[in-house]
């Protein structure tokens, strides 16, 4: 698995290519078309979201032997005040998205990835720093929380 961060100098390495590359990836793997309304109407926020996470290294990349992208997972740690600036529609993310004891993971799209890889690494990156965890679930129309990170790995 591949994670995006940034070279010596500061620049983010390639950021650009690696937003489109991760725009087509979910365009073409969302089924129900869950994120395409708001991706079209926020494109701005939403290509500004994945930049960010790029830009700290809070998104995992699974690869196949080509280099394709097989599965994707974003995730943003904050602390319990910043839980409003949170928007799944707009594509909103509060000011700081690197520090805090909850996980907020806004998207992961798996098409021929392994997703027990990417709650393995989750969990191994947080399992003593973060108390809880938390995403939108689009089929259900709801908020899914565990307030314990081993929980994510096992669901």
């Avoid at 793997?29 to 926020?42: I, Q, S, V």
């Avoid at 960010?52 to 394709?68: A, D, E, F, H, T």
């Avoid at 399992?127 to 990170?149: L, M, P, Q, S, Y």
């Amino acid at each position: 698995m591949e994670s995006m961060g940034n070279n010596t100098d500061g620049q983010t390495t390639g950021c650009w290519e690696v937003v489109k590359e991760i725009d087509r990836f979910i365009v073409n793997n969302d089924k129900n078309k869950r994120f395409l309304e708001t991706r079209e109407n926020y494109y701005w926020n939403y290509t500004l979201h994945l930049s960010r996470l790029l830009k700290v290294n809070q998104i995992i990349i699974q690869r196949n032997s080509s280099g394709g992208i097989i599965g994707i997972c974003g995730w943003i740690l904050i602390n319990k005040n910043d839980e409003r600036y949170i928007n799944k529609i707009t594509w909103a993310l509060p000011k700081n998205i690197s520090s805090g004891d909850i996980v907020y993971v806004p998207f992961c799209i798996v098409q021929g990835g392994n997703i027990y890889k990417i709650r393995r690494e989750l969990y191994n990156k947080f399992k003593d720093t973060v108390k809880e965890a938390f995403w939108f679930d689009v089929k259900h129309g709801n908020f899914r929380r565990f307030k314990n990170i081993r929980e994510v790995v096992y669901v």
